[in-house]
């Protein structure tokens, strides 16, 4: 039987629009925007020496993002991603969105003083074979997207590193 091909329809376009809001230089209100983010979303926002945090603060495959956000969020669901995003415009917050962090360009998924949006939680998959699509969360790595399609004998047209998240899908990563 030949494999079915699919589009793959990524959350990480919808955060590719988002980055205007998102900056490399140091942001000299990060705390306070953690601290207001944290009064909002207190389940997902998480300051440094805490264990999310340094999991997030260390998970970089380039050492160019080898930079200290104030604190990292990491929402589970696209209703907190824009909750976030419209306290981050409100109060000016700098911020940064790290997929999978397979980036050498310096800053391009870590940010110094700002808030790092970690997108590891939203890392859903659906498969719809009636109409003939995939959607998959901006946090899937590109092998949990295989382990889901090939079962179902389809072929996802992505890259080919398993470890590497879904910007590369939408061109912002290197394969």
Not at 29 to 46: E, M, Q, V
Not at 133 to 146: C, F, P, Q, S
Request: one cysteine or more; a negative charge.
């Amino acid at each position: 039987m030949r494999a079915k091909t699919v589009s793959v329809v990524a959350l990480t376009s919808v955060f590719a629009s988002l980055t205007s809001g998102s900056t490399t230089g140091p942001s000299q209100n990060g705390p306070a925007c953690c601290h207001a983010l944290k009064g909002i979303l207190p389940a997902d926002t998480f300051v440094s020496n805490s264990t999310e945090y340094n999991a997030e603060y260390h998970d970089f495959w380039s050492s160019t993002e080898d930079l200290t956000p104030s604190c990292v969020f990491l929402p589970d669901t696209t209703e907190k991603v824009a909750q976030a995003v419209q306290l981050f415009t409100h109060l000016k917050c700098q911020w940064a969105i790290r997929g999978g962090g397979h980036s050498p360009i310096p800053g391009a998924a870590n940010i110094n003083g700002g808030i790092l949006l970690g997108t590891d939680h939203l890392n859903t998959i659906e498969i719809n074979h009636q109409e003939g699509y995939v959607r998959v969360g901006a946090g899937n790595r590109l092998g949990a997207v295989y382990n889901a399609t090939d079962p179902q004998n389809l072929v996802p047209i992505i890259g080919r590193y398993e470890d590497v998240g879904l910007g590369l899908a939408v061109g912002a990563g290197f394969s």
